[in-house]
Nanobody, 126 residues
Framework: QLQASGGGLVQAGGSLRLSCAAS????????MGWFRQAPGKEREFVAG????????TYGASGTGRFTISRDDTWNTLDLQMDDLKPEDTAVYYC?????????????????????WGQGTLVTVSS
């Protein structure tokens, strides 16, 4: 089970750091990803990370201002979001995709991820 946290209300230009934790297991056998869904829009890929190597990839929404990383101490997947804009307002979800079925390519499609957290709401005010 994945648990996302760290969302909240922030002014435009501010920063937030989201975290995703898994109860009872590690992420070493998974690709991990962050997605977001804004009101009235489809869920979109923000960023993904291959836990074992630390390599990362970003979607259009995550490129430039967001940084995905892993915390080996706390065994969490993090998303640092800087210079937030009102259009970043969305529910942010973390997800996991089994490495053994996808190989080394970090997936960016929603259907490729098998496990999902409950989401954490990020609201950016103008």
């Amino acid at each position: 089970q994945l648990q996302a946290s760290g969302g909240g209300l922030v002014q435009a230009g501010g920063s937030l750091r989201l975290s995703c934790a898994a109860s009872g297991r590690t992420f070493s056998s998974f690709h991990m990803g962050w997605f977001r869904q804004a009101p009235g829009k489809e869920r979109e890929f923000v960023a993904g990370l291959m836990w074992s190597s630390g390599s990362a990839t970003y979607g259009a929404s995550g490129t430039g201002r967001f940084t995905i990383s892993r915390d080996d101490t706390w065994n969490t997947l993090d998303l640092q979001m800087d210079d937030l804009k009102p259009e970043d307002t969305a529910v942010y979800y973390c997800a996991a995709a089994p490495l053994h079925t996808l190989g080394l390519t970090i997936p960016s499609a929603e259907w490729q991820y098998d496990y999902w957290g409950q989401g954490t709401l990020v609201t950016v005010s103008s």
